[in-house]
């Protein structure tokens, strides 16, 4: 494997832990309201890990065989992202938005926890050692799935985001902006 590929597998180890980490903590329920901001910056930051991967050609793994891996147990965090987002949780998504204008139902917490399971999947093969396999599946898994779920989700978390930031009374914002220059 070049040098290239081995930082790229290496960066990619990197960015995957700290989605897990992130969406983990989120999904703790420690600071709900830090939940939807750290939910996009982590959704964000694996979206560029996975255009840095579909960017390039199509990696082949050493072995003809993917290995058997011991999948993790995502339900507490589906669960938790789905309470923190109660009410929030399911949205209006198109099923190809290049194919078809046929409507769907999207989730939040589904499309966090398909993330966060194809990321884990990746690591769980990097960690192991086979490390081509590691790049096959998180490019192969973001091109068929986890790229799509990810993008819809970031872009949900952001017009939430910027409902919740912009639609705001207009009294209580100029009462908020005249108490912020006058102490």
Same mark, same amino acid.
């Given at each position: ?96 938005? #290049?194919?078809?204008?046929? *409507?769907?139902?999207?989730? /939040?917490?589904? !499309?966090?926890?398909? +993330? &966060?399971? $194809? ?36 872009? #949900?978390?952001?017009?939430? *985001?910027?409902?919740?930031? /912009?639609?705001? !009374?207009?009294?209580? +914002? &100029?009462? $908020? ?7």
């Amino acid at each position: 494997m070049s040098e290239e590929l081995t930082t790229l597998a290496e960066e990619s180890a990197h960015d995957a832990r700290a989605y897990l980490a992130t969406v983990t903590e989120v999904a703790s329920g420690s600071a709900p309201d830090a939940a939807i901001p750290m939910t996009l910056l982590a959704l964000s930051q694996a979206l560029v890990m996975g255009a840095r991967l579909g960017a390039i050609q199509d990696i082949l793994p050493a072995e003809r065989f993917e290995a058997d891996t011991v999948e993790a147990e995502l339900d507490p965090l589906r669960t938790g992202i789905a309470n923190l987002f109660e009410g929030l949780d399911e949205y209006a998504d198109l099923v190809d938005p #290049v194919t078809s204008t046929e *409507l769907a139902t999207g989730s /939040l917490s589904n !499309d966090v926890t398909v +993330v &966060a399971s $194809a990321l884990a999947h990746g690591l769980r093969h990097f960690d192991a050692g086979r490390v081509s396999e590691a790049l096959w599946w998180w490019q192969f898994s973001y091109l068929s799935d986890w790229g799509e779920r990810a993008a819809s989700a970031l872009r #949900v978390l952001q017009s939430l *985001l910027s409902h919740i930031r /912009l639609d705001a !009374d207009q009294e209580t +914002v &100029a009462d $908020a902006e005249f108490d912020a220059l006058h102490p």
